[in-house]
Every structure is written in C-alpha cells, then in structure tokens.
C-alpha cells in the first residue's frame, strides 16, 4: 500500500513541478509588459490575458502537489497538539464532509464550464488578440481529477495512520528552508544539552 501512495505523490509531484514552469513564462511576460508600457509608452494588447492564464494554470496545477506535500495552510494551533490517531481521524472526517464534495462539484461544473467554452470557441473579451479560453478552462476538471486521486491517498494514510498510531511516510524532493534551519537548531541545542550533561558529571 506505501508503494502506491508514493506513486500517486509522485505522479502528482511530476505534475506539479511540470506546471511550475508556469511561473517562468509568467514572469517574462509581465516583464515585458512593464518594459514595454514605461519606457516605450507601447502597452501589449495580449499580456494580460497571458497573465491570469498563466497564473490560473500555476495555481491549480499546482494544487494536487501541495496536498502531496502537506502544504496547504491549516489552522492548526489546537490540530498540533492532539494525538495522532486523533489527528488522523480528524482529518478523514473532514476530507469526507467537505473536500471530497468540494472537489468532485469542481470537476463536475468545470467540465460542463469548459465543454461549453469548447462548443463556442470561446475567446477572451478582455483583449483585441482573444486567445482561447477552452484549453485553459479545460485543466479545470484535469486539476480536479488530481486533486481527487491524493485527495484518496490521503485518506488511506489516515486510515493507516489510526490503526497504527504513525504516519506514513511521504515523498520528499524539496525542504522548505526554514523546516531545515529549525531541524537544525533542535539538532545543536540537544548536542549542547547533552554536552553540558557531560561536563556536569
């Protein structure tokens, strides 16, 4: 059962990263479009289509992959100091009470949303270039599917997690920095204690 789960957060993790290219792509456009509308006085007729685009791409491609990492932000100054069986059990309640709702509505009217976005050929009104719309909207019910499948890993880890009193492991291929400096200020300061332990005795 581990090594499905770390499949899917891998699949999820490919995803995720693939997309993150997004945010490249974002940043030279915009760039563009600051240069050109300030020191050219030529304002583009396409960059702020691209803008929201490539941002909407990034931020729900991106979604499946953060719930792989157990990034999203949770209030969880109570949730850290129950126990884990507690926490675990928490959690399946509420993914069934409202992200498995929440996110199977998302793909269902996205579907319908860029179907229909399809039929008509749907272009942007927002600018004289109108790129289409379709195949943006279209990663609509796709970002559901990968949300919906970790959404299911994450429930089995509960479920593992409430029989066995420990978490799963996860997959791991980046560590936020200040996770790291934390890591290793606990580290020096149970080396300093355990060093002064030894030159009191």
Partial sequence: MQAVLLWVDRINTWIGQAFAWSIIALTLVVSYEIV?????RAPTGWAFDWSYILYGTLFMMAGAYTLARNGHVRGDFLYRNFPIKVQAALDMLLYFLFFFPGILAFMYFGY????????????????????LLWPFKALIPLAGATLLAQ?????????????????????HDVEETEKL??????????AD??????VSQ
Avoid: D, Y
Wanted: proline share 5%.
């Fill in 36 to 40: 050109m509308r300030t020191l050219f």
């Fill in 112 to 131: 319908k949303f860029a179907h229909l976005s399809w039929l008509i050929n749907e272009r942007s009104m927002f600018s004289p270039s109108g790129p």
């Fill in 151 to 171: 959404g299911i890993a994450e429930v089995v880890r509960c479920a593992i997690t409430i029989r066995t009193g420990v978490w799963p492991e996860r997959l």
């Fill in 181 to 190: 400096i934390l890591e290793q200020a606990q580290a020096q300061a149970e």
């Fill in 193 to 198: 204690a355990r060093a002064a332990r030894g």
